[in-house]
């Protein structure tokens, strides 16, 4: 009786051992959920001539800026961002203005297709991208100019490539890379990817062409 005794408390002991074993050994045995945010993060949507915008990529969180708390000109009272972008865009003026860089004027924002088809029928081929192929469709990309002349020789353009990739932004088309973009040298047109993607694309000197899987 007391050998039955003995055995069923070892059995009991081991029992309790290895359930308490087993259940970390099963969580960390259970696959890892793969990293899908990279796929399915919408701040990379890839929009240029070979990718059209999808009906499911449209944005649906648009605000216009001119009713933003902003410290920026706009070029006219309807442009519009998506929401998180016009934020982000405002934190990086912040720092720009805190370095006396302040003269920013926003130029363009979201277009609708029936916005790009109209400027493509006034611009032409060679100035506008072909309606449902232009990133201003993802509101995520916006032109920025200064106020004191081209981006090219204004403090606010020699900021603007110093440091957008610190708020989520990265200049687009990037004079360096105009053979992968296919689009010349755009040094007032910022594109919103996010970070840590801004930074990443921006040290290792990637378009989102080279960046996207
Ligand atoms: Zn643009």
Aim: charged share 20%.
């Amino acid at each position: 009786m007391k050998k039955i005794l003995t055995f069923i408390i070892i059995a009991v002991m081991v029992t309790l051992l290895y359930i308490k074993w087993q259940v970390p050994t099963q969580l960390l045995a259970t696959p890892a959920t793969p990293n899908i945010e990279h796929d399915t993060d919408q701040n990379l949507i890839l929009v240029n001539q070979q990718h059209p915008i999808r009906q499911d990529q449209l944005p649906t969180d648009l605000v216009n800026l001119f009713e933003q708390q902003r410290t920026y000109t706009l070029f006219s009272s309807d442009i519009q961002l998506r929401a998180h972008v016009a934020t982000a865009l405002q934190q990086m003026i912040n720092a720009a203005n805190t370095e006396g860089v302040t003269q920013f004027i926003v130029m363009s924002g979201y277009r609708n297709l029936e916005e790009q088809q109209a400027l493509y029928d006034e611009m032409g081929s060679s100035y506008a991208m072909k309606p449902g192929y232009s990133e201003h469709h993802t509101g995520l990309a916006l032109d920025i100019g200064s106020t004191e002349g081209t981006m090219e020789m204004a403090p606010e353009g020699k900021w603007v490539a110093n440091n957008a990739h610190r708020f989520g932004f990265v200049l687009r088309y990037p004079a360096d890379k105009t053979a992968i973009t296919g689009i010349e040298f755009e040094p007032w047109h910022l594109r919103y990817v996010g970070l840590p993607h801004s930074e990443r694309m921006h040290e290792q000197n990637l378009v989102l062409e080279e960046y996207t899987p």
